[in-house]
């Protein structure tokens, strides 16, 4: 099956800075979203993102589905940032990511 | 509004007990799932249904069973035979298999073991 990975896996910003997350692929792509975990355990859909490039607020997306991985932009980081970030992927049934679990400090 | 709701927030099991975990939609959707998560990890599939009654297994379904008799509803007990069930559980649902569409998820159930 799928094997997804994520990098990196552990993250510490400072307030204001940005970042990138990676998710790669082992298999062609059909279904992609990026989800945010809160710290109550709540999976926040940020992204459905299968291929092409997607904005919401200072968070962007992009897939490179023919090179089998996606990038999670995260710009002028907030504290409310800070949680762990997954990635999946699959047809019917998805394989997550391990995630990349981020610190914003104030 | 539309959504899924996962009932309890927090359950607890006693050795030996099967317990079941809820999980109404309310969104029309054919396709619904339960996911197993331990700390620090990421999400496991336990088992998916496309239809009502009818599910298949996923990458970790032994202890664990479920039934479809409604579109609306996908419960899963965690049964005895599980022995190590302390985890947060998380459900799922899509428009349909068919379809390239997005998961919704559940706000989960925390399970723990007296």
């Known amino acids: 099956g799928i094997q997804v990975e994520q990098s990196p896996p552990d993250l510490i910003l400072q307030e204001g800075a940005n970042s990138t997350l990676r998710c790669n692929f082992s298999?062609?792509?059909?279904?992609l979203q990026w989800f945010h975990q809160n710290p109550w355990g709540q999976l926040i859909n940020l992204f459905y993102?299968?291929?092409g490039t997607k904005q919401n607020g200072r968070l962007s997306a992009t897939t490179v589905a023919t090179e089998r991985y996606s990038l999670l932009y995260i710009s002028s980081s907030q504290t409310t940032d800070s949680g762990v970030y997954f990635c999946?992927?699959?047809?019917?049934?998805?394989?997550f990511g391990t995630g990349t679990r981020l610190k914003v400090l104030a | 509004d539309g959504g899924i709701t996962q009932s309890p927030k927090y359950l607890f099991r006693k050795e030996g007990q099967n317990v079941t975990l809820s999980c109404e939609q309310n969104?029309?959707?054919?396709?619904m799932y339960w996911y197993r998560q331990d700390p620090g990890q990421g999400l496991r599939l336990i088992y998916y249904?496309?239809?009502?009654?009818?599910?298949q297994k996923g990458d970790i379904a032994e202890g664990y069973s479920v039934s479809r008799e409604k579109k609306e509803s996908f419960p899963l007990t965690v049964t005895s035979a599980q022995k190590n069930p302390t985890a947060f559980y998380l459900c799922?649902?899509?428009?349909?298999?068919?379809?390239?569409?997005?998961?919704?998820f559940g706000d989960g159930t925390r399970l723990s073991i007296l």
């Open positions: 999946a992927s699959g047809t019917y049934k998805y394989i």
């Open positions: 298999d062609s792509v059909n279904n």
């Open positions: 993102i299968p291929s």
């Open positions: 969104l029309n959707h054919d396709a």
């Open positions: 249904s496309q239809i009502v009654n009818d599910f």
């Open positions: 799922a649902s899509s428009i349909g298999q068919h379809s390239n569409q997005p998961q919704h």
